[in-house]
């Protein structure tokens, strides 16, 4: 069974651009996390998204965003880009009924 | 919300030996405990999880304990090996059946054996 892919895996924008990243789950995941990793913080939870619907939120601003589709793909979106968001987007799959989330090999964002 | 402490954030140990990594959580509403390995440049990789009906869980070489009353878990790999390190993170949740709330992580513990 192929694992969670995520695009594109590196990319380069200038603070206040916005960018999107994608992340496809494992076959027969529903459930797609988000997190954030950098040196100082390590990983944050971003969101979950279960369904289409966005079932939790950690504590980041507004500026980030994701949606679900119906295949159960997932996107993130970080709008007004600011130096400090440069880090590692990880999403992570998992079957709605499950605890264990999987990750993919995520995005490592820099913004300059 | 919940707060995991993970210690320590460096642990060098001689191949061959054993290696403990501790952590602690805050809230007394999380069940669920998995830990994983993330190699330099990769993923992070589940190795072990625990749900809180359960004291302890082995495999292979690695096992991990649980203790809700102190609210702290541990990771204990044996016969370390080159391969072994990496960096390892804990991390809490509360798991419902029917979902579960973000993962709250560990700082991370960088793992080194020495030949």
């Known amino acids: 069974k192929a694992g969670v892919t995520q695009t594109p895996r590196y990319l380069i924008k200038t603070r206040g651009q916005q960018v999107t990243l994608s992340c496809s789950p494992i076959?027969?995941?529903?459930?797609v996390s988000w997190y954030q990793q950098t040196p100082g913080q390590g990983l944050q939870f971003l969101f979950e998204?279960?369904?289409?619907?966005?079932?939790n939120k950690g504590n980041f601003p507004g500026r980030f965003s994701g949606r679900q589709f119906s295949n159960s793909r997932s996107e993130m979106n970080v709008s007004t880009l600011e130096l400090g968001d440069s880090a590692l987007y990880l999403c992570?799959?998992?079957?709605?009924?499950?605890?264990?989330?999987?990750f993919g090999p995520g995005t490592r964002l820099l913004v300059l | 919300g919940e707060n995991v402490e993970q210690h320590p954030s460096t642990l060098s140990v001689q191949e061959g030996d054993s290696a403990v990594i501790k952590c602690t959580y805050s809230d007394s509403a999380s069940n669920y405990f998995p830990w994983y390995k993330q190699e330099l440049g990769k993923r992070p990789q589940l190795i072990i999880d625990?749900?809180?009906?359960?004291g302890e869980k082995k495999d292979q070489r690695i096992a991990v304990t649980l203790n809700k009353t102190a609210k702290h878990f541990s990771l204990h790999i044996t016969e370390t090996q080159p391969e072994d390190s990496a960096v390892y993170f804990c991390a809490a949740s509360i798991g419902t059946g029917g979902g579960a709330d973000g993962l709250t992580f560990g700082k991370g513990t960088h793992l080194i054996i020495q030949p």
């Open positions: 998204y279960f369904s289409e619907t966005q079932r």
């Open positions: 076959s027969g995941h529903r459930s």
């Open positions: 625990i749900r809180s009906n359960v």
């Open positions: 992570a799959s998992r079957r709605g009924s499950e605890e264990t989330q999987y």
